[in-house]
């Protein structure tokens, strides 16, 4: 296909799978991240919950998607990145369990201190992965401790370096600026107020941490060509910016997801032809090549991937369509849900 290998096309592919996945995730992390700021009564609190109530299973898909299709095309890629990164993913794991169950618990019992007690959990829960994957993914373009088995011989300190904890930072805020562009896209009234205000502070500090991040990248591990990717990415993020102050959510909301895309483009490009690089022994790097599945079993998801990703694609552009209009306060009807369970009266003996 286009002269490309199998190996290159598949690497193509699960390089969008994550762009989609950090475009889609990233608005809802950022959502929930500002759960408590913006929702200022429980009402602007199931409005900002409901902007992405719809949604936030369905962008999950794509890291499902991302982590199969890795395991499938690249085992020794996957298998290397999985035992070196446990303790980092399997916190991350139980942050998205975690998330997902705060959700559908919040609403269970009507009582005030439950639902806060679930908002926390939402907060942190959506905070937590926002940062750790520019941690991981930052490290995966540096490379890590790999020795000539491919075995990952470094600690949970050793991921916590400064330009990975910058990757961190970069796609915390740049997570946050994007969902609070999307709380004032999907709201009004003061909430939507709130979020603009939100969104700005947001990018004074997002816009010289992710150049900053940009920067490092290009000089320690860019292509000739990935200086256009890292640059368009700063120039959009400055452009949402921009735009958050003159109220266009819309354009300033394309422009926080080009930004995404962008770096995400900036990070594989960096990357290629490795998958993950060997910090320490030249002969533990994984590349396309030494990493992939057989050719058959390329060929074969290749048309597994042809006749099912359409498919995909067509059913979440179908519910962003369904859920597009704005949500009012009048759209959210009383609170509902169990009774709280009444304290007993002391005895008195």
């Not at 950022?30 to 919950?49: A, C, H, I, M, P």
């Not at 990164?85 to 201190?113: P, Q, S, T």
């Not at 010289?208 to 000739?224: C, I, M, N, Q, S």
């Amino acid at each position: 296909m286009f002269g490309l290998a199998l190996t290159d096309i598949w690497f193509l592919l699960i390089a969008l799978l994550w762009t989609g996945y950090f475009v889609l995730e990233g608005f809802d992390f950022g959502v929930g991240s500002l759960l408590t700021l913006l929702g200022r009564d429980e009402t602007d609190r199931r409005r900002v919950v409901n902007t992405i109530g719809p949604l936030w299973d369905g962008n999950e898909v794509w890291l499902l998607v991302a982590g199969g299709a890795t395991f499938a095309a690249f085992p020794e890629w996957y298998a290397s990145l999985f035992s070196g990164f446990y303790l980092a993913l399997l916190i991350m794991l139980v942050a998205l369990i975690g998330r997902g169950v705060a959700f559908e618990y919040r609403g269970k019992v009507d009582d005030d201190a439950w639902r806060r007690r679930w908002d926390a959990v939402i907060v942190t829960t959506s905070a937590v992965p926002a940062l750790l994957w520019g941690v991981a993914f930052a490290n995966i373009v540096a490379g890590v401790p790999l020795d000539a088995q491919h075995e990952y011989t470094g600690t949970l300190l050793t991921l916590l370096n400064p330009y990975a904890l910058l990757g961190g930072l970069t796609t915390l805020l740049v997570f946050l600026l994007h969902g609070a562009v999307f709380v004032a896209l999907k709201t009004d009234g003061d909430l939507r107020v709130r979020a603009h205000r939100t969104a700005l502070r947001l990018g004074v500090g997002a816009v010289p941490v992710a150049a900053g991040f940009l920067v490092w990248t290009e000089l320690a591990h860019g292509k000739d060509w990935t200086i256009l990717s890292a640059g368009l990415a700063a120039l959009a993020l400055v452009g949402a910016v921009l735009l958050v102050g003159r109220q266009r959510e819309g354009w300033a909301f394309t422009l926080t997801a080009l930004t995404i895309v962008a770096t995400t483009v900036t990070l594989f490009g960096s990357l290629y032809p490795d998958v993950l690089p060997s910090s320490t022994d030249p002969a533990g790097t994984l590349t396309t090549t030494n990493a992939a599945s057989t050719p058959y079993t390329l060929e074969i998801m290749t048309w597994v991937a042809l006749a099912v990703t359409p498919v995909v694609l067509a059913y979440q552009a179908w519910s962003y369509w369904v859920f597009r209009r704005r949500l009012t306060r009048d759209d959210i009807p009383p609170a509902s849900g169990l009774p709280a369970r009444e304290r007993r009266p002391e005895v008195r003996r």
